[in-house]
């Protein structure tokens, strides 16, 4: 995570901050999601009746590939110097545009969208995070986490 002076913090709002590296994700990864949240629809975990739907194979649960956030930008997020710990403040927004395949290949291109001091020593850093999908046009999807920053 780049370090920034907490004086110019605020310096980064509407600026991109690049992209992760690839990630596959393939079949195991999204057999665990099943396992760690209990969501065994046919969709995500059985390859022959998914082959039957308009998608032709199974697709990541939509919150499978939400919850990469915090591994995939961990190079690319912005940190405030002194950092003590950053805690998930949740998301503004989230909107799911199109599938991820099993086995494709995903990245998330982040920017900031605000910085804003909410009390002294602690900052709230709103970014967007957009999750693209290797070949396709359309991401999987545009979301707005929020990160709170303790000095």
């Not at 099943?34 to 009746?49: M, R, S």
């Not at 998608?55 to 002194?82: C, N, Q, R, W, Y």
């Not at 900031?112 to 850093?125: D, M, R, S, Y």
């Amino acid at each position: 995570m780049p370090i920034v002076p907490v004086a110019e913090l605020k310096n980064y709002a509407g600026k991109a901050l690049g992209c992760s590296e690839w990630l596959t994700i393939d079949q195991d990864r999204i057999n665990l999601f099943a396992e760690a949240t209990g969501d065994f629809q046919f969709i995500h975990v059985d390859p022959e009746k998914a082959a039957k739907t308009p998608f032709g194979s199974t697709i990541a649960h939509g919150f499978l590939s939400l919850s990469l956030i915090p591994k995939l930008m961990e190079d690319l997020f912005i940190v405030p110097e002194g950092l003590k710990m950053v805690v998930n403040y949740g998301l503004d927004s989230v909107r799911f545009i199109q599938p991820v395949k099993v086995n494709s290949r995903v990245r998330l291109n982040v920017s900031i969208a605000e910085v804003t001091e909410k009390k002294p020593g602690q900052w709230l850093i709103k970014a967007i995070a957009t999750l693209e999908i290797e070949g396709q046009e359309k991401p999987a999807y545009v979301a707005e986490p929020l990160s709170l920053c303790f000095v």
